[in-house]
């Protein structure tokens, strides 16, 4: 047990029986009352989002996690299939939990994934990633009406908006995060 | 802050600038307090602590002046309060008007604020203010009747309906009302203009006057883009009450701090004394950084107070 005000981003509790993670993390006092903490928690298995407020001094059921190496291997389009770098082990995270992951991890590459018990929690992609360009439009010369920008799909099938002068083959660095690109890699 | 001295200045009001170490504050157990300590080298050495708000200062200067006053003074509240909205060192505007209430206050506000915005000002920070009592937010948002649910049980089967989880042990009807209050009406507040909030229900105790024959008390709250930014009082200014209100409040802060390092401040029964020869006043207190994060359009206070303590502690200054 942990008192609601020591939860922090990233804190692990488990909410009638269900395991969460929090997201978000802000001090409220309502005028002149006690301290209360309003947390934006994740369920990872679901996906599902629970926005809860409560005072700093109740307590909530945290949960202890582990983060283990994996390497990605590949999805059938229901799972995602991984394999435990230590113990070659295989384990199994439903898409569903993930979206558009898919699109932003490669095969082959190791990801930190949180585990509770034996439980797949999150799949930690870092917030900046190379990737390269598997598909360009050619840009249309003239075509400013768009603001230079063009479709490209990444080695993963992710679509992103860059500007005209990248081409297929170069390397591009992405935020995972809104999916924008950032700057063009020269090797 | 310039614009904002000369209007109060034009308004007739008196400027003045009292300590931010104290010997003594008003009990307030929801505030956590800074102490420091005063050595003295021929005499015994004891605790001072800094002002959460400069309110204990002010009210002894309108007892003495019978004046109206203001003051931007630098406060201090400690604890877990850091966060976006939040430093534990913060500016505040503290304003009290002799002769007015709590509704003379919201139109005094709205001219301050409308005459000394920022230029570029969002609409959610810029008079008119939109205008709704607690009662009518809790029947919009959270669907119950504040005035019919004023026993703890009953508003404890309120909250229970809502969904939520609620401690085995039973609690003050304040307490579960916040809980009401900030997951089901705050968050749900209108935001497009700001927004008072009046007729706090009378369990929240605090210095404000009771309204007669209902069951609030005469004070507002001021939000502005989702922000609590101002609050107001009419100043509660019977000795008798303000003493009552003392020995309540003082024991109920020593017995929820009893058992942990958090500073118990003195306090000094002597105080209610002041309001023997005290003016009808309205006062409020502004969150300066606050404003200025909402008129500038910044998401956090952080971006505007330089050396702010939460940016420092973090990292690891």
Redesign the interface.
Known sequence: MIKAGQIDKGTALLIKGQPFICVEREFVNPGKGSAFVRLKLKSPSTGQVLRETMKTQDNAEDITVEDRDCQYLYNDGEQFHFMMTETYEQIEVPMGSFPDYQFIMKEGETYRVTFWEHQPLDIQVPTKVVYEVAEAEEAVKGDTVTGATKNVTTETGLVVRVPIFIKQGEKILVNTETKEYLERVNK | MRLMRSWFDRKGYLEVDTPILSTHLIP???I?HFATRFIGEFRPSRELYLVPSPEVFMKQIIADTHRSIYQFSHCFRN????????NPEFTMLEYYTVGADEEDSIAITEELLSKTALPGSPEHVLPPFAKMSVAEACMRYAKFDLEKNQAPADLRRIAQSLGLTL?HHPESW??TF??I???FV??NLPQEKPLVLYD?PKQ???LARETSGRPYRR?W?LYAGGV?LA?CYDEERDVQKVTEYYRREYAALVSSRAASDEVIPDVNYDFPKIFTDFPQCSGVALGFDRLLMLQGRHKTIGDLILFNVSAMMADGD
């Open positions: 307030e157990p929801t956590a604890s877990e309060q850091i966060g976006n909205h939040h401690p304040e307490t916040n809980r209050f900030l997951n705050e968050p706090y929240i105790d605090c004070r709250e609590e609050n």
